[in-house]
């Protein structure tokens, strides 16, 4: 995020101009968005959302979405604090759930937080300003800053840059059981945890083919959708497939199996998922 000075682990970035959301995957024309990652690794992360027309979610680096905000949160749009909680935040630091807050677990270190907030322009800055997100660690901000009209790409990179990146990635994040199998096969090309990325000539190439085709068939699911359920079922847009109302809920787990095909080509054409997407909802008073 260099590419805004201001930014950093306690800020929301405002998005409204066309230049601001080209670079990310994939934002409607209207709404107004305010998004930003937080680190759970030293205390909770802290939301604290406001009574009014909201949605979105909150996700992990898997894509995972362990709660839904505003009106497809658990407080169903009346506002709310959540403690987002990761897996090696220091259980002194959990705070007590009290006057409506709640406590969101997440499978990562780092989380994802992603908000709409819908009105007249008067009735957004009222929200926005009540909008807060902040570690557990530090007092309470509601920091917010402009995306300044600059394109700012919130897409995987391709080359060899992509396996810079997903280097990065992992020296950032926590092991879980289901990477342990993906970290084996990269360590036989070069690029392991807690070491420098040194692919050899032979390695590189194999992992710049691999980066080809593996976009290739991302490409492939998203512009000739065949997995069963993907693309639409009772008139109802599946976007992780799987039975109905099942697919997409918070980890993406069927009984015997995670989905793997299904997660690509929707992270292809797109960032964090939502039960919402594909459960019919009943709104409340």
């Known amino acids: 995020m260099g590419a805004l000075e201001d930014y950093d682990y306690n800020t929301i970035v405002h998005v409204r101009t066309y230049n601001e959301r080209r670079g990310i995957l994939p934002l409607n024309e209207i709404p107004e968005y305010f998004w930003r990652f937080g680190d759970t690794r030293e205390a909770p992360v802290v939301l604290e ?25 658990p407080n169903n749009g009346k506002g709310g604090v959540h403690a987002i909680v990761g897996p090696n935040t220091p259980p002194d630091t959990l705070p007590y759930p009290v006057n409506d807050q709640r406590i969101v677990r997440v499978q990562t270190d780092q ?32 920091k917010i800053i402009s995306g300044e009209d600059k394109y700012v790409p919130n897409y995987q990179p391709r080359g060899m840059a992509y396996w810079e990146l ?25 690029i392991e ?62 009984p015997h199996y995670d989905t793997f095909d299904p997660r690509a080509r929707n992270t292809y054409e797109a960032i964090v998922t939502s039960p919402a997407m594909t459960v019919p909802y009943i709104y409340k008073d």
């Open 193 to 254: 945890k807690g070491k420098p990325s040194e692919p050899t000539e032979r390695q590189a190439k194999i992992v710049l083919d691999g980066a080809i085709t593996g976009e290739l068939m991302a490409k492939s699911s998203v512009y000739d959708e065949r997995i069963e359920g993907v693309l639409r079922q009772n008139n109802r847009r599946m976007v992780l497939g799987g039975p109905w109302g099942e697919g997409i809920k918070y980890t993406q787990c069927m």
């Open 166 to 190: 997903l280097h990065l990635a992992i020296n950032e994040e926590t092991v879980r059981g289901q990477d342990r199998f993906f970290m084996y096969w990269l360590k036989t090309q070069g």
């Open 49 to 73: 959302m406001p009574k009014g027309v909201a949605v979105d979610m909150i996700a992990d680096m898997w894509e995972q979405d362990p709660s839904g905000i505003g009106l497809f949160g």
């Open 111 to 142: 989380a994802f937080v992603l908000a709409r907030l819908i009105g007249t322009p008067d009735e957004v800055k009222e929200l926005s300003e009540q909008l807060k997100c902040y570690s557990a660690s530090e007092e309470s901000v509601g």
